[in-house]
Nanobody
Framework: QVQVAESGGGLVQAGGSLRLSCAAS????????MNWYRQAPGKQRELVAT???????NYADSVKGRFTISRDNAKNTAYLQMNSLKPEDTAVYYC??????????????WGQGTQVTVSS
């Protein structure tokens, strides 16, 4: 069974920075993509950033130029560097990983989430 665990959330003032980490563990053959989602109170969960095994990245328009996703394949870990944070970035941030346990068994796993609060 594959698990992912987020860390690095917290309270920061507007304009500040935070770095989130997402570590995948368990029986992992390959991780295809690692994604960061967020969900603010009363809103739907939205995709923030994604990174593939080859390093291709994609970002929501609302975070382009401020957030950077990266990945350490050897550690099965993804990071989300968040700069120039705004109060509207306040949300629970979730890590999501897609990949393979074996060559013919896939996984699709969510973390428990980490709270990011940006004060004005």
């Amino acid at each position: 069974q594959v698990q992912v665990a987020e860390s690095g959330g917290g309270l920061v003032q507007a304009g500040g920075s935070l770095r989130l980490s997402c570590a995948a563990s368990g029986r992992i053959f390959r991780i295809n993509a690692m994604n960061w989602y967020r969900q603010a109170p009363g809103k739907q969960r939205e995709l923030v950033a994604t990174i593939t095994s080859s390093g291709n990245t994609n970002y929501a328009d609302s975070v382009k130029g401020r957030f950077t996703i990266s990945r350490d394949n050897a550690k099965n870990t993804a990071y989300l560097q968040m700069n120039s944070l705004k109060p509207e970035d306040t949300a629970v941030y979730y890590c999501h990983a897609l990949g393979w346990v074996t060559t013919d068994r896939s996984f699709n796993t969510w973390g428990q989430g980490t709270q990011v609060t940006v004060s004005s």
